[in-house]
């Protein structure tokens, strides 16, 4: 479980977190209004932003793997490569096999990402996180972005495979999406 208490955090004068507390086991879904700080409280849960006071507990020693408000791909290689980087024992065929279940060409998969489209990215960096199997926890901001509605439920249904067993906090806009995972929503 991850223990979030009393969490604050500011940018300036902005409050973005006043008092956030909020225990996250097993799956969830993080909603709420543009600007109501969802990535913020993601950055903080990656450690790549500093709360200004409050709590974070349940994350050390356990791995943690991201979709991060950007893609963060390598753009030399392919999606697979990508993959197979940070994915412990997955290989190029693993890899390959749901990529192409999301769409993916032939000739997709043979390209380097940098030439690949924006939803592309998307469901690349999305694999990479969810196959990477020795983690316990799972952070996704947006994983849906710049996939049509037949993708994202079939993207919806891959995130609640290979995210099960995890702690999951997924971040999306998106009420389908949310409505196609099944997880308890949480709004902030
Ligand atoms: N590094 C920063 N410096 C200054 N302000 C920031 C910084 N990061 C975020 N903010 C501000 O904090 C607020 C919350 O931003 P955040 O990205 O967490 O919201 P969000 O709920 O994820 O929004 P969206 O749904 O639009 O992605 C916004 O007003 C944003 O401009």
Request: hydrophobic letters at 40%; a neutral charge; glycine letters at 12%.
């Amino acid at each position: 479980m991850i223990r979030i208490t009393d969490l604050c955090k500011a940018f300036g004068e902005k409050k973005v977190l006043e008092h956030l507390s909020l225990n996250i086991e097993g799956p969830v879904v993080l909603m709420g209004p543009s600007g109501r700080g969802k990535t913020t409280l993601l950055r903080i849960l990656m450690g790549l932003e500093q709360p200004d006071s409050g709590r974070v507990e349940g994350l050390s020693g356990r791995g943690l793997a991201a979709v991060f408000q950007e893609d963060r791909l390598c753009p030399q290689l392919t999606a697979a490569g990508n993959i197979c980087l940070t994915g412990r024992g997955v290989t190029a065929g693993e890899a390959e096999g749901e990529l192409r279940a999301l769409g993916f060409s032939h000739a997709d998969l043979k390209q380097s990402v940098s030439r690949l489209s924006g939803g592309q990215k998307r469901r690349a960096a999305l694999l990479r996180a969810l196959l990477c199997r020795n983690t316990e926890i799972l952070l996704l901001d947006e994983p849906f972005t710049g996939m049509d509605d037949a993708l994202v439920g079939t993207a919806a249904g891959t995130v609640v495979r290979l995210a099960a067993g995890r702690d999951t906090l997924l971040v999306t806009h998106d009420h389908e999406a949310a409505r196609l995972l099944g997880w308890p929503v949480i709004t902030l």
